[in-house]
Nanobody, 129 residues
Framework: QVLLVESGGGTVQSGGSLKLSCAASGNTYSSSCMGWFRRPPGKEREGVATIDNTGNTNYADSVKGRFTISQDTAKKILYLQMNSLKPEDTAMYYC???????????????????????WGRGTQVTVSS
């Protein structure tokens, strides 16, 4: 129903920047909330940032002030500008779109089982020290 394709990942030094993109296609009418998750090596997937259909944004405390989420609604592209990157930001980053259930469009959730989302394949971000 909805296809999400991430791009823009790569390897950067600590303190550097990257901008991720997520191109969406298909029927996105049910997706009033979109966002980014990440999975660090050996850890569970965690929320990073979200944006709803009115432009309101929400960020995890760990990235607040460093990352910025935005979207081009007409082109159906979601972005994540990442500045002042740290080694602990190293992870696979996933684009996600609401498939009908995303309470409050919050970046932090108790369990991914409480959400109904479309997922992208992911793009790797590696920050070297």
């Amino acid at each position: 129903q909805v296809l999400l394709v991430e791009s823009g990942g790569g390897t950067v030094q600590s303190g550097g920047s990257l901008k991720l993109s997520c191109a969406a296609s298909g029927n996105t009418y049910s997706s009033s909330c979109m966002g980014w998750f990440r999975r660090p090596p050996g850890k569970e997937r965690e929320g990073v940032a979200t944006i709803d259909n009115t432009g309101n944004t929400n960020y995890a405390d760990s990235v607040k002030g460093r990352f910025t989420i935005s979207q081009d609604t007409a082109k159906k592209i979601l972005y994540l500008q990442m500045n002042s990157l740290k080694p602990e930001d190293t992870a696979m980053y996933y684009c996600a779109a609401e498939a009908g259930i995303w309470p409050g469009c919050k970046a932090t959730v108790q369990s991914l089982d409480d959400l109904a989302l479309y997922w992208g394949r992911g793009t790797q971000v590696t920050v070297s020290s």
